[in-house]
């Protein structure tokens, strides 16, 4: 408790990497983890960064990334891993805006690899998805990205191939801004939360085609229905008259899956430290490949002041369900409090990581308890007629004709009428009769917790945005599914059935209305752009480079088709983008569709040694 | 139209054998008929959302308030315009910088990553069955390869007592192709081993998932020497607890006429009806116990009980289902 703590200071910075380094070193983890992401670390200085030897922190123009195998084990669980330069998380890059980066990737596995850089805008051939953007880097191959860094702010890489980002190829990547940071605070952690499985994703994938089930443990069942809890008998009958499944939250979950930030489960307890009085900036980065986490830090509020890289105007809440490839920063000042739990709890509640920010090592606040798992409404299945009833002020008028229509209406589940863009088939069990928008919603499982909860309402981009022009048209892209049959779309076709690409003329300003035809949420990324949720008054809506779209319900975004190319366009849930939820999305100039892209020649990629 | 197929299958297979099909007749039907009775005002019931003109979303909002009003367009002139799209272009911008054939081979390749294709094993049943006389062994297995419309399945279900010549040994390889969201064509040919004479026959079913969970299939088997027999199945995963499932089931199978030489009288041959309370802990090996009777019905009894054997029988059984 004492306020002369040495650990606790924050000048002797190296001093304190160094022993972060020893105490992971006699936990026998410290190979595996860079220095920014063991537990004791100091954070990441905010000041000009420079890469410090074995820090795990990359810098400067030239960078070097060496992709590779490795094993890696956690809460018992050991298997296989694919990781950077021998880590996992892998290197965090700390980039500065308006530099230009040249990052030369080795392959050293014995098939494809390409890394992602998930959210900086790059030229369309830098983007790294094989077969839309390059053509991979194959084995002994090095490719090397080279762009310019054109904003600011948290993001992450990822591999694009054969889900490689499951088996641990995941890494954070830091931009600061050109100028003065109006956001610097006295110290910064970043946490990369992830979930890790012994099985791999290939096999969970065959697993839940044998049974979509397979890894839900928490069903409802008879036990629960005779002691009241869950659903009640009527709407247990009712929903399993349209086989829906209301606890079909998670199809990959605990019961496989360790969740670890930075690399490290619960029993690991990640720590990073602060100072008292001090304002501690989160650089919060979901990198899963299945799980969306619901993030919070018991007794401390957590003020946004970023989400996916953007500036967002400050917005103070208690907890945020972070979707997969989102990030948030968030600003927290703990005070004289001496710990806190850092708690990142699977969307289902099948499991949940611990992390602790401490004023020195060795402290532990409380571990919660996983909270009862939710069970999904009819809002969840596009049925929810509520918000067609109630206005803004909550009248509720039962009298008006409006509502003895929908009184005791049978919803038709599949009626082509309602989304006739999308293909019907064997890959589409339901389509959502009345999706509403949900941005205003709190996200699923948390719609009744007793604090603050961040719903992308709330979010305000700090900065106007840059385009405000009002949409030229727009379209509907329905993300559609068979759960049970554990098949994955979008408008009712998969991304392995080659289907057309989603055309867009460069600098045209387009609508894109997302339609949640399944119960489940999906986080969705579009690849080269930035887009602005149509949310609140135009000017400063929030803007992202991954949506959460909520069961049943839909999204709207605005986008400006500056990225000229081809981009990949699809929910980062990585079984249900490898499913078929996914499509091409490509920005064509009007009128000279071949003539111009020999500027790009100066930008190519090099390829070195292993090839030809 | 694959609804319309099902019920086609359907109708003619079992309307009177067995109430199962009729089950998932059912369910095929509501997949269509739904539709007539639905008030289709409420697709226009979305638009007073889009159009509703609103006040400022603030930024504090709850969620009790409902977003599909509050977010959606904060003002008229916020309305997306009716532009045309561009046309949908053919050409790969990355062939420019990168080579055209490596990148031709890289897209098949993403393509193809994502055509799931697989092999599985599923054995439901596979059982000691100790009963009043001689115990014996049962089992219901199928191994399939194949994507998620169409699978090539090879499913096998026996039963025998020890000691004695099994009693049934039934083979069957068919193609499974997807109709509907749940529901499946079977088209193949079945052959028993036993009982004897051997015989060979082909295969129309369709199988799939009722409302309600009911897991129901209905088959309509016509042999080599052109005698007709159907066969219906259900059943039903009943969770207790998360761990503790009880499975009831029923089988039950018809003949369209006599065929002395399998001891068979036309009508209901055969009816069984199993209750299977298993230990799910782990999916790929789950233990069950349970019950398990059996009764061969009408004209085929009658002939059972001419040869000296029993025309029913119950056993208690311990088995596993495993999943590989």
Same mark, same amino acid.
């Given at each position: 408790?004492?306020?002369?703590?040495?650990?606790?200071?924050?000048?002797?910075?190296?001093?304190?990497?160094?022993?972060?380094?020893?105490?992971?070193?006699?936990?026998?983890?410290?190979?595996?983890?860079?220095?920014?992401?063991?537990?004791?670390?100091?954070?990441?200085?905010?000041?000009?960064?420079?890469?410090?030897?074995?820090?795990?922190?990359?810098?400067?123009?030239?960078?070097?990334?060496?992709?590779?195998?490795?094993?890696?084990?956690?809460?018992?669980?050991?298997?296989? =891993?694919?990781?950077?330069? *021998?880590?996992?998380?892998?290197?965090?890059? #700390? &980039?500065?805006? %308006? !530099?230009?980066?040249?990052? /030369?990737?080795?392959?050293?596995?014995?098939?494809?690899?390409?890394?992602?850089?998930?959210?900086?805008?790059?030229?369309?051939?830098?983007?790294?998805?094989?077969?839309?953007?390059?053509?991979?880097?194959?084995?002994?191959?090095?490719?090397?990205?080279?762009?310019?860094?054109?904003?600011?702010?948290?993001?992450?890489?990822?591999?694009?191939?054969?889900?490689?980002?499951?088996?641990?190829?995941?890494?954070?990547?830091?931009?600061?801004?050109?100028?003065?940071?109006?956001?610097?605070?006295?110290?910064?952690?970043?946490?990369?939360?992830?979930?890790?499985?012994?099985?791999?994703?290939?096999?969970?994938?065959?697993?839940?085609?044998?049974?979509?089930?397979?890894?839900?443990?928490?069903?409802?069942?008879? =036990?629960?229905?005779?002691? *009241?809890?869950?659903?009640?008998?009527?709407? #247990? &009958?009712?929903? %399993? !008259?349209?086989?829906?499944? /209301?606890?079909?939250?998670?199809?990959?979950?605990?019961?496989?899956?360790?969740?670890?930030?930075?690399?490290?489960?619960?029993?690991?307890?990640?720590?990073?430290?602060?100072?008292?009085?001090?304002?501690?900036?989160?650089?919060?980065?979901?990198?899963?490949?299945?799980?969306?986490?619901?993030?919070?830090?018991?007794?401390?509020?957590?003020?946004?002041?970023?989400?996916?890289?953007?500036?967002?105007?400050?917005?103070?809440?208690?907890?945020?369900?972070?979707?997969?490839?989102?990030?948030?920063?968030?600003?927290?000042?703990?005070?004289?409090?001496?710990?806190?739990?850092?708690?990142?709890?699977?969307?289902?509640?099948?499991?949940?990581?611990?992390?602790?920010?401490?004023?020195?090592?060795?402290?532990? =606040?409380?571990?919660?308890?996983?909270?009862?798992?939710?069970?999904?409404?009819?809002?969840?299945? %596009?049925?929810?007629?509520?918000?067609?009833?109630?206005?803004?002020?909550?009248?509720?008028?039962?009298?008006?004709?409006?509502?003895?229509?929908?009184?005791?209406?049978?919803?038709?589940?599949?009626?082509?009428?309602?989304?006739?863009?999308?293909?019907?088939?064997?890959?589409?069990?339901?389509?959502?009769?009345?999706?509403?928008?949900?941005?205003?919603?709190?996200?699923?499982?948390?719609?009744?917790?007793?604090?603050?909860?961040?719903?992308?309402?709330?979010?305000?981009?700090?900065?106007?945005?840059?385009?405000?022009?009002?949409?030229?048209?727009?379209?509907?892209?329905?993300?559609?599914?068979?759960?049970?049959?554990?098949?994955?779309?979008?408008?009712?076709?998969?991304?392995?059935?080659?289907?057309?690409?989603?055309?867009?003329?460069?600098?045209?300003?387009?609508?894109?209305?997302?339609?949640?035809?399944?119960?489940?949420?999906?986080?969705?990324?579009?690849?080269?752009?930035?887009?602005?949720?149509?949310?609140?008054?135009?000017?400063?809506?929030?803007?992202?480079?991954?949506?959460?779209?909520?069961?049943?319900?839909?999204?709207?975004?605005?986008?400006?088709?500056?990225?000229?190319?081809?981009?990949?366009?699809?929910?980062?849930?990585?079984?249900?983008?490898?499913?078929?939820?996914?499509?091409?999305?490509?920005?064509?100039?009007?009128?000279?569709?071949?003539?111009?892209?020999?500027?790009?020649?100066?930008?190519?990629?090099?390829?070195?040694?292993?090839?030809? | 139209?694959?609804?319309?197929?099902?019920?086609?299958?359907?109708?003619?297979?079992?309307?009177?054998?067995?109430?199962?099909?009729?089950?998932?007749?059912?369910?095929?039907?509501?997949?269509?008929?739904?539709?007539?009775?639905?008030?289709?005002?409420?697709?226009?019931?979305?638009?007073?959302?889009?159009?509703?003109?609103?006040?400022?979303?603030?930024?504090?909002?709850?969620?009790?308030?409902?977003?599909?009003?509050?977010?959606?367009?904060?003002?008229?002139?916020?309305?997306?315009?009716?532009?045309?799209?561009?046309?949908?272009?053919?050409?790969?911008?990355?062939?420019?910088?990168?080579?055209?054939?490596?990148?031709?081979?890289?897209?098949?390749?993403?393509?193809?990553?994502?055509?799931?294709?697989?092999?599985?094993?599923?054995v439901d049943q596979l059982e000691?069955?100790?009963?009043?006389?001689?115990?014996?062994?049962g089992w219901d297995a199928q191994?399939?390869?194949?994507?998620?419309?169409?699978?090539?399945?090879?499913a096998s279900e026996g039963e025998g007592?020890?000691?004695?010549?099994a009693e049934r040994i039934e083979l069957a390889?068919?193609?499974?192709?997807?109709?509907?969201?749940?529901?499946?064509?079977?088209?193949?040919?079945r052959?028993d081993?036993r009982?004897?004479?051997?015989?060979?026959?082909?295969?129309?079913?369709?199988?799939?998932?009722?409302?309600?969970?009911?897991?129901?299939?209905?088959?309509?088997?016509?042999?080599?020497?052109?005698?007709?027999?159907?066969r219906?199945k259900?059943?039903?995963?009943?969770?207790?607890?998360?761990?503790?499932?009880?499975?009831?089931?029923?089988e039950?199978d018809?003949?369209?006429?006599?065929?002395?030489?399998?001891?068979?009288?036309?009508?209901?041959?055969?009816?069984e009806?199993?209750?299977?309370?298993?230990?799910?802990?782990?999916?790929?090996?789950?233990?069950?116990?349970?019950?398990?009777?059996?009764?061969?019905?009408?004209?085929?009894?009658?002939?059972?009980?001419?040869?000296?054997?029993?025309?029913?029988?119950?056993?208690?059984?311990?088995?596993?289902?495993?999943?590989?």
């Open positions: 408790m004492s306020k002369f703590d040495p650990a606790a200071a924050p000048i002797p910075r190296r001093r304190l990497l160094a022993m972060g380094g020893a105490l992971a070193g006699s936990l026998g983890v410290a190979g595996l983890f860079p220095a920014w992401a063991r537990s004791g670390t100091a954070g990441i200085a905010h000041a000009s960064p420079h890469a410090t030897a074995g820090s795990g922190v990359l810098s400067g123009a030239a960078i070097a990334l060496r992709i590779g195998e490795s094993h890696f084990a956690t809460g018992g669980r050991s298997s296989h =891993a694919v990781t950077v330069n *021998g880590t996992l998380p892998a290197p965090l890059l #700390r &980039l500065r805006e %308006g !530099q230009t980066v040249r990052i /030369a990737v080795t392959n050293t596995l014995a098939e494809q690899t390409s890394i992602h850089w998930h959210g900086l805008l790059v030229p369309f051939h830098m983007d790294g998805v094989p077969g839309v953007s390059f053509p991979g880097i194959d084995p002994g191959e090095t490719f090397t990205y080279e762009f310019p860094l054109t904003h600011s702010g948290t993001f992450w890489y990822h591999s694009h191939s054969g889900m490689q980002e499951a088996v641990g190829l995941y890494g954070p990547i830091v931009i600061d801004p050109a100028g003065p940071d109006p956001l610097a605070c006295e110290r910064e952690h970043v946490l990369v939360l992830s979930d890790w499985s012994p099985i791999h994703p290939h096999e969970q994938m065959r697993r839940l085609k044998m049974m979509s089930g397979y890894f839900n443990r928490q069903k409802q069942d008879l =036990a629960g229905l005779l002691a *009241g809890k869950d659903q009640s008998l009527a709407d #247990r &009958l009712a929903w %399993g !008259q349209m086989r829906m499944d /209301a606890t079909d939250i998670s199809d990959v979950t605990g019961t496989t899956y360790s969740f670890l930030v930075n690399g490290h489960g619960t029993a690991e307890n990640w720590t990073g430290l602060f100072a008292p009085g001090e304002r501690v900036r989160l650089r919060v980065i979901n990198a899963s490949s299945m799980t969306n986490f619901n993030f919070r830090i018991p007794g401390l509020p957590l003020k946004v002041v970023a989400a996916d890289g953007n500036p967002v105007q400050p917005v103070e809440t208690d907890e945020v369900q972070i979707a997969i490839a989102e990030t948030y920063d968030f600003i927290v000042e703990p005070g004289e409090v001496e710990s806190y739990a850092i708690v990142a709890e699977a969307l289902d509640r099948s499991g949940q990581v611990r992390a602790t920010l401490a004023r020195r090592m060795g402290l532990a =606040a409380a571990v919660p308890e996983i909270r009862r798992r939710p069970v999904l409404t009819m809002r969840d299945m %596009g049925m929810d007629m509520s918000g067609m009833d109630m206005g803004q002020d909550g009248e509720i008028d039962l009298s008006k004709p409006a509502n003895e229509s929908m009184a005791g209406h049978s919803m038709k589940m599949r009626d082509p009428a309602v989304a006739p863009t999308v293909k019907m088939g064997p890959g589409v069990a339901t389509l959502s009769p009345m999706p509403v928008d949900r941005l205003a919603d709190r996200p699923t499982g948390l719609e009744d917790v007793d604090h603050r909860v961040l719903t992308y309402a709330e979010l305000r981009a700090r900065d106007p945005n840059p385009d405000p022009r009002v949409p030229s048209r727009q379209i509907d892209v329905h993300l559609t599914a068979n759960m049970e049959r554990y098949m994955w779309s979008m408008d009712g076709t998969a991304m392995s059935e080659n289907p057309d690409p989603i055309p867009f003329r460069l600098g045209e300003r387009v609508r894109v209305n997302l339609v949640n035809d399944t119960m489940m949420p999906h986080p969705i990324h579009l690849h080269g752009h930035f887009f602005e949720l149509v949310s609140g008054e135009p000017g400063n809506r929030p803007r992202k480079h991954t949506v959460n779209v909520l069961p049943g319900g839909k999204v709207s975004f605005d986008l400006t088709a500056d990225g000229e190319g081809d981009w990949a366009f699809h929910c980062h849930m990585l079984l249900h983008m490898h499913a078929g939820m996914m499509r091409v999305v490509t920005v064509r100039r009007d009128g000279e569709p071949e003539e111009r892209h020999s500027g790009h020649e100066g930008h190519q990629g090099h390829m070195g040694a292993g090839e030809g | 139209m694959a609804p319309t197929l099902s019920r086609l299958i359907l109708a003619p297979l079992l309307v009177s054998t067995m109430p199962f099909a009729a089950c998932a007749q059912e369910a095929s039907a509501a997949a269509t008929h739904d539709h007539s009775s639905m008030d289709h005002s409420m697709h226009g019931m979305e638009m007073p959302a889009q159009e509703m003109p609103q006040p400022t979303a603030t930024p504090v909002m709850d969620h009790s308030a409902h977003a599909g009003h509050a977010t959606s367009e904060a003002t008229v002139s916020d309305q997306p315009g009716d532009a045309p799209p561009p046309p949908v272009p053919t050409d790969h911008p990355a062939d420019r910088i990168f080579a055209p054939d490596r990148m031709a081979a890289s897209r098949k390749a993403m393509i193809g990553e994502m055509r799931f294709s697989t092999f599985a094993l599923q000691y069955r100790a009963a009043k006389g001689r115990d014996g062994s191994a399939w390869y194949g994507g998620d419309i169409d699978r090539v399945v090879l007592s020890f000691g004695e010549r390889g068919y193609w499974r192709h997807a109709l509907d969201p749940w529901f499946n064509l079977q088209l193949g040919v052959h081993f009982p004897d004479p051997q015989r060979t026959y082909a295969l129309i079913g369709i199988e799939g998932l009722a409302p309600y969970w009911f897991e129901v299939s209905g088959q309509v088997l016509v042999s080599d020497k052109g005698d007709t027999h159907a219906g259900a059943a039903y995963q009943q969770r207790i607890t998360r761990t503790l499932v009880v499975e009831p089931e029923a039950v018809f003949a369209f006429q006599d065929v002395p030489d399998l001891s068979v009288g036309s009508g209901f041959e055969r009816l009806l199993g209750a299977r309370l298993r230990y799910d802990r782990n999916r790929s090996l789950a233990p069950y116990v349970g019950v398990h009777w059996e009764r061969k019905l009408g004209q085929t009894a009658r002939l059972a009980r001419a040869a000296g054997d029993d025309a029913s029988g119950v056993s208690a059984v311990v088995g596993v289902r495993a999943m590989f």
